[in-house]
């Protein structure tokens, strides 16, 4: 939202940014640092601090934590039009631009009659899927947990196996179900949908949601693809502190590291970890790998801060130290936007968060695509199928991956031909999309542009 901010005070320079942050029900980590060097950088974006919403995790019935967010976001409507009137005193409101979780707040922003506009944070072909998501629960009965490997046809995208969806929405009888299907019924009747993509990256799916081929019930408001969207890495304090691993890096022959990083929510059992490290030994690739603690049942783990993981207790004996002269395991976090950014880095490992698959492609690395959770599965689909911007690694049924999968996929990426033509594809897409958003004429400057006058058309 703040690098959204960003853009609409570069096209828009007379305009403010009121960002409304309600208190997540999740740890996310400190954003506080972030904020203040944000406040005091770009005067003209300021933080809203809504009431944080008491809600037990026992109260949600469905074992999503999407549900759990909704649900705070719900009942923080009261306070969401406390400040939208506070605001409205003292400013005239353009527009009221709301993420993915925030569609229940329509209600209070038509209250005030304002322009409402979604922010979808993920790529124009998994909104295609989402946005059809409604007809097709008017087309069956039946569960897509019930359908497994049955391929589901939507339009502008490559056909799905029903087991592949978003996990939220597998069982028709959980709450988030039907909290999607109401997210994404109400979506199309905002003002406009932005986009964090780029047209040259997915123009089958910008085509189909365009045309209007995804809400075949009712009519499709504007589209704007205004990305690649790209934060600003955050966690350095701000202090210009050059991270232990990209030193290493700069002692890396070009194109010779293979990165792996699997978002902050990026969880694995400590057997998987295992497997992991075994493939990388039996690559014989250099690596940078960021670790962090074993999933574990207890959902406690959401409050809290995760602790450092003991490398030497989690991966295999001697591993370290065998690999000490090609490997980097980093605890926690790694500044992920400056690795993809080094020479060394020759491929990506990558759990498909959208914002990790732009990040990659804007610096032109390849990726291996393993998905975890969210929208995931869908983006290996789309990466792998659609954009030929990643190969995929395959797990058994229950998501386990042998070691010999993992060293299989690196050294593919790395080594063959599939990979050299998966490289090739991303660094097109990495000139796509400077040309998208720094030219005049790009793609992605001329949906922003045409988004801003229809603000200024509205007054």
Known sequence: MVELGKLILEHCPSLSVTILITPPP??????GPYMNRI???TPSITFHHLPAISISHDSISSPHHEALIVEVVRRNNPNVYKALLSISKISTIQAFIVDMFCTTSLDVAASFNLPIYHFYTSGAAALCVMLYFPTMHKNTTESFKELGSTLLDFPGVPSIPACDMVKPILDRNDDAYHDFLDLFSR??????IIINTFESLEPRAVKALSSGLSIPDRPTPPIYCIGPVIAAD???GGHGNKHECLTWLDSQPSRSVVFLCFGSLGLFSAAQLKEIAVGLERSGLRFLWVVRNPLVE??????LAPPEPDLEALLPEGFLERTKDRGFVVKLWAPQKEVLSQKAVGGFVTHCGWNSVLESV???VPMVAWPLYAEQRLNRIFMVEEMKIALPMNELENGFVYAAEVEKRVRGLMESEEGKAVRARTIAMRDAAVAATTDD???????????AESWKSAN
Not at 298 to 303: A, C, Q, T
Not at 441 to 451: E, I
């Open 187 to 192: 979506m199309s009747k905002s003002n406009g």
């Open 298 to 303: 207890d959902k406690s783990w959401r409050h």
């Open 234 to 236: 955050d966690r350095t």
């Open 39 to 41: 406040s005091s950088t």
């Open 441 to 451: 004429s790009g793609s992605s400057r001329v949906s922003f542009a045409q988004m």
């Open 26 to 31: 999740l740890n996310t980590g400190s954003t």
């Open 362 to 364: 804007w610096a032109g």
